[in-house]
């Protein structure tokens, strides 16, 4: 019933503590007779799902046929929620994650790796011990999402396509395998696999609480 056409992410790269802003492209076989609700998590540590935070939700209708986008942006992660304020915990690889959901089951998930740095060139070799925030810069390979869909029974049964059945890809996110644009990155530093599926974030930020978004 609902496949992601597009998600495209305005400012990339930007600072750590800049807000993400998300434009999402998806199309509506029919219409939807609730909202769909989305989330954007970010993973703090791939040891535990304690540290990850639930950026901000947003729930978007109503949902008519056809072709819809909305723009979603979400707060920086909380320093205070991270696992910890020390550079090594802080740079490198980990992943923000945006699900949606109807009627509270979520039918996709996409995720994304993020390159946390210093784009002064004495700290990517020596970097200060505790974290400097202003210097530190993020950068999404928003070229290369993980996506993993769900089967979700929506308001009637669908003819069967390729969306029913739970699948994984890297090269793009909609039907038809076309990929994402290019927002740059170096995709051999994000070799690693994934971590578990997030089921739910455990700290709530300061920009959470989440809004309704009505379609154009």
């Given amino acids: 019933m609902v496949n992601i056409r597009n998600i495209e992410l305005v400012n990339n790269p930007a600072k750590f503590d800049d807000p993400y802003h998300f434009r999402i492209k998806f199309e509506a076989i029919a219409p939807l007779a ?10 703090g ?12 939700n947003c729930s978007v209708g109503p949902i008519p046929a056809g072709i819809n986008a909305f723009d979603f942006q ?18 490198g690889v980990t992943v923000i994650i945006i699900t949606a959901s109807y009627r509270e089951k979520e039918f996709v998930r996409v995720g994304y790796y993020v390159n946390t740095y210093y784009e002064e060139e004495e700290w990517k070799e020596n970097p200060p011990s505790q974290v400097q925030w202003d210097k530190l810069f993020r950068n ?15 308001d009637s049964a669908p003819q ?9 890809f890297g090269a793009g996110v909609n039907g038809n395998g076309a ?3 290019p927002s740059g990155g170096n995709p051999e ?16 930020t300061s920009g959470g609480g989440g809004e309704d978004v009505e379609m154009a």
Avoid: C
């Fill in 45 to 56: 540590s791939a040891k535990s799902e304690e540290f990850d935070q639930e950026l901000d």
């Fill in 160 to 168: 069967a396509s390729p969306f029913d059945s739970p699948s994984t």
């Fill in 74 to 91: 979400a707060p920086a992660p909380a320093h205070h929620l991270l696992p910890s304020i020390e550079s090594e915990e802080i740079l």
């Fill in 179 to 181: 990929e994402l644009p």
């Fill in 34 to 43: 609730e909202d769909l609700d989305w989330r954007l998590i970010y993973v």
């Fill in 189 to 204: 530093m994000f070799s690693a696999p994934l971590p578990p599926p997030v089921q739910k974030a455990a700290g709530v």
């Fill in 140 to 154: 999404v390979l928003i070229e290369k999402p993980k996506v993993t869909r769900f089967q979700n029974p929506w």
